[in-house]
């Protein structure tokens, strides 16, 4: 019932900058938040920044002053904009969606996931 295609990943010298870019689309759903996350080798997939009703976002802390979350609600689209990057950032980077569709009969909300963008950071 919805897609997340995402754009922007790639590799970048520390200190350098990208923006990540994800587009929802489809039909009979409706979002109520959307997020970046992120999963390095071998570890864990970790909340990196979300937005949700109002405006009102979250940060890791890892992140906090270097990244910002934005979501254009015309175009049903999240930006990560990333900042000075450190080579710590390297990771696959996931968008998220949490959306009500009609498969659920509108009762509860169900997570998206885009395919995953390479973000390499190099020293």
């Known amino acids: 019932q919805a897609q997340l295609v995402e754009s922007g990943g790639g590799s970048v010298q520390a200190g350098g900058s990208l923006r990540l870019s994800c587009a929802a689309s489809g039909s009979a759903f409706s979002i109520r938040g959307m997020g970046w996350y992120r999963q390095p080798p071998g570890k864990q997939r970790e909340l990196v920044a979300e937005i949700i009703s109002g405006g009102a976002t979250n940060y890791a802390d890892s992140v906090k002053g270097r990244f910002t979350i934005s979501r254009d609600n015309a175009k049903i689209t999240a930006y990560l904009q990333m900042n000075l990057l450190k080579p710590e950032d390297t990771a696959v980077y996931y968008c998220?969606?949490?959306?009500?569709?009609?498969?659920?009969?509108?009762?509860?909300?169900?997570?998206?996931w885009g395919q995953g963008t390479q973000v390499t950071v190099s020293s």
């Open positions: 998220n969606a949490r959306a009500l569709t009609s498969a659920t009969g509108w009762r509860t909300a169900s997570d998206y």
